[in-house]
Each structure stands twice: as structure tokens, then as C-alpha cells.
């Protein structure tokens, strides 16, 4: 297959970074094609809800979106995506990712995808607002999750290295 790996976090080796790492170390071994973009170190800008596009692109943006990402969003089989818990959300990086999927929706729709997500606290209702989401989104792209990985109580690199989500990470992506 074919996989794109979106992460958002500014973080270059914070803990969803170890979660992408080791995800694409596992699809990699299981002889998949990965590409990764890391949103927070691109040139990327929101949505402008122009609609120049029609819902069926090309974007009137010239950034790392339209210029790196989105065919490769259109081409690929799996999409992840990699964000830490900010707001009991997404990170902005991410979700400019998300919302710029708008130039070529019906494209990239019926994919396999993946979710992988940190965050410091533990509680039993850190992540539900950013599963509902994940869910929705899935329901709407017609998206076929291959799994989630909601790494709670991994505030900091050496909170996660002592929890076995970077390994959950790893047989994830050598099961797809
Ligand atoms: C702006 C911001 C918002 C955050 N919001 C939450 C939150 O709502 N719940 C939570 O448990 N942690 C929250 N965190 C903590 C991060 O999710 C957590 O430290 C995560 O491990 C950071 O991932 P990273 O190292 O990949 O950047 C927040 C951190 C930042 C900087």
C-alpha cells in the first residue's frame, strides 16, 4: 500500500512524532510505501472557504498542501494522522491539514486510515471529544479505520517510552 502520514505537532521528537516513528517502522517492515508530512515544519496556511475550488480542486493556495501533499493524499491507500491533544482536539496543524482536504473530498474518500494520538492527562474522558471526531470524519470520508491508538497519560517523550503505545504503534502498522 500506499501510505500517507500526516503528524501536528511542532515537537520534532515529542511523543506523537515516537508514535508516527515507530507506526511507519512497522509498515515499512510489513513492505508498504510511506510518505510522511509533518505539518508543523511546512509552509501550510487554513482553509479560506473561497470555494474557487468547487470541492473539486485545485486550490488557489500555493503552499506545501497543494504543492506536496494533496496528490499524494488522492494517490495513496491509508491515511494516519498524528496529532497530540490540544484542546481536547486536534493540534491547528493538523486540522489545516483536514480542512484543506475540502479541493479534493470525493477523491479522498473511501480510504483505509489510522489515528494516532498523545496526550498528558489520563482521564477516562480525555480523548471522547477527539474520538467523536475522528468517528464523524471517518462516517463522512467513508474512511475505513485499520485503528486508533489514544496514547493517554504521555505528557512527555519519557512518559511514552515507559508505555507500551509506541509498541501498540508498531504492530499497528505492521497489521495493515
Ligand atoms: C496548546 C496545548 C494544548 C493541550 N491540550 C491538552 C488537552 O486538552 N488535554 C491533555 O491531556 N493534554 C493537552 N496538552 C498536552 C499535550 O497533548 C501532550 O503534552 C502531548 O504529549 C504533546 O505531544 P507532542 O510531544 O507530540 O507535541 C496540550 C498541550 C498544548 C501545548
Not at 26 to 42: D, I, K, L, T
Not at 47 to 72: F, H, T, W, Y
Not at 100 to 121: D, E, M, P, V
Not at 130 to 144: D, S
Amino acid at each position: 500500500m500506499k501510505i500517507v502520514v500526516v503528524t501536528g505537532s511542532p515537537h520534532r521528537a515529542g511523543t506523537s512524532a515516537l508514535l508516527a516513528d515507530k507506526f511507519i517502522e512497522g509498515a515499512q517492515s510489513n513492505g508498504h510505501e510511506v510518505f510522511r508530512f509533518n505539518a508543523a515544519f511546512e509552509n501550510i496556511n487554513p482553509c479560506r472557504g473561497c470555494d474557487a475550488c468547487g470541492m473539486n480542486g485545485p486550490c488557489v493556495i500555493p503552499d506545501a498542501i497543494s504543492e506536496k501533499l494533496i496528490q499524494k493524499l488522492v494517490d495513496c491507500d491509508m491515511i494516519v494522522l498524528v496529532t497530540p491533544l490540544y484542546y481536547f482536539g486536534f493540534s491547528a496543524q493538523i486540522k489545516m491539514v483536514i480542512d484543506r482536504f475540502y479541493s479534493r473530498t470525493g477523491h479522498i474518500h473511501g480510504k483505509k486510515s489510522a489515528l494516532l494520538a498523545t496526550s498528558w492527562n489520563n482521564d477516562s474522558w480525555t480523548m471522547t471529544a477527539l474520538k467523536a471526531h475522528y468517528t464523524r470524519l471517518c462516517e463522512y470520508m467513508e474512511w475505513r479505520s485499520q485503528g486508533a491508538i489514544y496514547a493517554t497519560g504521555c505528557g512527555t517523550r519519557s512518559m511514552i517510552e515507559r508505555s507500551d503505545f509506541p509498541q501498540k504503534a508498531f504492530e499497528l502498522g505492521k497489521s495493515v
